[in-house]
């Protein structure tokens, strides 16, 4: 399984960013898939997850009505809508999806396999 994000950069805080992650290597559309964060010094921490249709999501309580998760099966891809972006959300985010078809609430341990990240980085 491989899974490959893009979309980091650079943004001014109160600004939007939208982070892609396309997977190849097994069925995309039978597995749940999850959006992770590490700023420096600090352990990774679970950002949003999203089960295998789309029908069951989770959100840390800091991301809540500020990050929107969504995927495409067809295109085998996710996505992580980011607005109002905050100093505090820099850090590298990391892709990654679970054998299962829903998100277990294991934290990363709980994941399988896990993307090369895009660094975000907010400006004050």
């Known amino acids: 399984v491989q899974l490959v994000e893009s979309g980091g950069g650079l943004v001014q805080a109160g600004g939007s960013l939208r982070l892609s992650c396309v997977a190849s290597?097994?069925?995309?559309?039978?597995?749940?898939m999850g959006w992770f964060r590490q700023a420096p010094g600090k352990e990774r921490e679970f950002v949003s997850a999203?089960?295998?249709?789309?029908?069951?999501?989770d959100y840390a309580d800091s991301v809540k009505g500020r990050f929107t998760i969504s995927r495409d099966n067809a295109k085998n891809t996710v996505y992580l809508q980011m607005n109002s972006l905050k100093p505090e959300d820099t850090a590298v985010y990391y892709c990654?999806?679970?054998?299962?078809?829903?998100?277990?609430?294991?934290?990363?341990?709980?994941?399988?396999?896990w993307g090369k990240g895009t660094q975000v980085t907010v400006s004050s």
């Open positions: 290597g097994r069925t995309f559309s039978s597995y749940a």
């Open positions: 999203i089960n295998w249709s789309g029908s069951r999501i």
């Open positions: 990654a999806t679970v054998s299962d078809s829903y998100y277990n609430h294991g934290g990363a341990g709980a994941m399988d396999y």
